[in-house]
């Protein structure tokens, strides 16, 4: 799919608005800085060696940057082509920041093979959360997801779907369209969990990122999609990740069930369109990112929006949370976490999550962990490193 769809409706750039209870605002406003976070790349990587090119026998190529990172780690070019990317041999599996490769596999993500992706396992945890009483807040109530208004391109065009392969096969999360403050008005950066990008401990980058805003513009059912046109299904089209930066934290402590690296478990993306010169941000619009981490005691009203995918849900529409947020604390060593009554599932990991402050809605956290019965969400607050993240891909791939 390397065309671009227009919108459903076609209409000039406008404000684009997220509505839930307690949350009415608007998504094009301005971000804040810092430095430094663990390169998806490597440190000389530039845009070239992310895009793939179509040969004149129509196969794909594979830049010569990447290439070369593929061959320092055994790979075969010409059979990583053919679909050698599935193999997950764990000697083989790349693993370190530095070492994240996405090339292009053109029309790899159809609208049958995005419905067959099934959910990331919104990280459970086991813990009591009651042990930690004094430094957890008592578990919340319950709050029903709804559904987000149709079409979605009007509504919260900035959330959308991120596609990716893993060793088990095709899986989603969610993702959030973000600022970049070192590139006013021409952001491709997209905010997610670290857990949607990376395997955590003892694993390695996923593969095949990709990012569609809007997705299922109009909410249709399975059985309705199957007549859809491209346009309704990507209405902004797919975005193709060519850099993507995680925390040291997940990559070293994180696991299925979040551990230690859960309070570091977020992710940032850079995209590249698939055709025009358009950015994301001048398609969709944009959130700022809220680095000031306050505590949940200072917040009145947390939403949280996402495609939950595990049942009662089946991943093809959008739906949204809205609740005053607790404290979860996993150990006395690690940040507390943020914590929200909500019924969203698997597939909702990596969405955003926004407040309101003086008229202005930014990005405070995103979905990471919850309990086996889909009672609450919760997610990490973002400080100094999860800025690190943010302004290294800014400085260092931001504007490309």
Known sequence: MRSTPTPATP?????????ATGLVA???????ACDGAADSAGDRADAAA???AEAGDGKIQIPAEIADKLK???????????GAWKDWDKDKWLSEAKDFVNPVIEGLWKPDRMQSAKEANKTVTTQDASADQGVSDPEPAPVQATPEKTPYHENAAPVGKVFFDTPEGPAVCSGTVVKDVNHPGKSNLVWTAGHCVHAGQGGGWYRNIAFVP????????????GNA?????????NWWAD?????NEWIQGGSETGGAGAAYDYSVLHVQPEAGAKSLEETTGALDVDFSAPSAT??????AWGYPAAPPFNGLQMFKCADRPGRLSLSPALPTMYRIGCTMTGGSSGGGWFRVLNGRTTLVSNTSIGPQDNTWLAGPQLGTGAESVYQYMSKTYGGR
């Not at 209409?11 to 509505?19: A, Q, S």
């Not at 320092?72 to 082509?81: A, C, F, M, P």
């Not at 850099?243 to 925390?247: F, H, K, L, P």
């Not at 200072?298 to 939403?303: K, Q, R, S």
Request: net charge neutral; aromatic share 8%.
């Open 229 to 237: 046109t491209p346009t309704e299904i990507a209405p902004y089209g």
């Open 214 to 225: 809007a997705y299922n513009d109009l909410g249709k059912s399975q059985a309705e999609l």
């Open 298 to 303: 200072e917040v009145a009203t947390m939403g």
């Open 243 to 247: 850099w993507v930066s995680t925390s």
């Open 50 to 52: 992310s895009q793939a």
């Open 26 to 32: 608007a998504l094009a406003l301005t971000a804040t």
């Open 72 to 82: 320092e780690h055994g790979i075969d070019l010409d059979k990583w082509k053919d």
């Open 11 to 19: 209409r000039r750039r406008r404000r684009f608005v997220l509505t």
